[in-house]
C-alpha cells in the first residue's frame, strides 16, 4: 500500500519516518510522495560544490552524481520510491539512472544519477524540488533490513557517493 499525504504526515509525526530538513511540508509533501531538493554536492569528475544561489549547468549528454538535500530514514515495514518531478521530465532531465528504490532501514542522503537527454543545457540550483519519495508498507517488516547483517556500503551516506561495486561478491568484495 503506497502512503497517502496524511499517512506520510503521521509517520512523520511519529517518528518512524524521517525526512529532514523538511522546511516547507505543505509545499513538499504531495499526495502520495514528498519532494525532495536537491543538495550543495555534485560529482562530476571531481567533487564540486554548488553554493546555494548559484547554478550547476547539465549539459546535454551530462551524467553527474548529486544528492538530495533532505536525509531519510526508513522503518524496517516501508520501502521508498525515487522518481523525478514531471517538469524536470519534460526538460528531458532524468534524476536516476536504475536506483530508484530505497531499501527498509536505510538512513541518508539520496545519490541522485543526473542525465540530461535534451538537446538544451539546463541550470539546477541548491534547494530546487528536484524529484519526488513515494513510501509503500510492506505487508510484514523486513527481518533484515538495509543496515542490518549485510554489509550496507551506502548506510548513513552524506553527499553524492560513487559506486562501490567492486566491493560485491561477483566483483571479487564481501558484500
Known amino acids: ?77 516501508l520501502i521508498a520510491h525515487v522518481q523525478g518531478r514531471s517538469s524536470l521530465g519534460r526538460l528531458a532531465v532524468v534524476i536516476h539512472a536504475t536506483a530508484g528504490i530505497i531499501d527498509p532501514g536505510y538512513r541518508g542522503q539520496i545519490t541522485l544519477e543526473l542525465s540530461n537527454l535534451g538537446t538544451a543545457p539546463v541550470a539546477l540550483t541548491p534547494g530546487m524540488r528536484i524529484s519526488q519519495v513515494l513510501f509503500t508498507e510492506l505487508k510484514s517488516a523486513a527481518e533484515r533490513p538495509y543496515g542490518a547483517e549485510r554489509q550496507s556500503k551506502y548506510q548513513d551516506q552524506s553527499g553524492p557517493q560513487a559506486s562501490r561495486i567492486q566491493g560485491d561478491r561477483e566483483f571479487g568484495g564481501d558484500q
Open 1 to 77: 500500500m503506497i502512503l497517502s499525504d496524511a499517512d506520510i504526515l503521521r509517520r512523520l509525526e511519529e517518528g518512524d519516518l524521517a525526512v529532514e530538513p523538511l522546511d516547507d511540508p505543505d509545499l513538499q509533501i504531495q499526495p502520495a510522495s514528498v519532494d525532495l531538493r536537491l543538495g550543495t554536492e555534485e560529482e562530476y569528475i571531481d567533487e564540486t560544490v554548488v553554493e546555494d544561489g548559484e547554478e550547476f549547468i547539465l549539459h546535454p549528454g551530462d551524467f553527474v552524481l548529486g544528492t538530495t538535500k533532505e536525509r531519510v530514514e526508513l522503518p524496517a515495514d
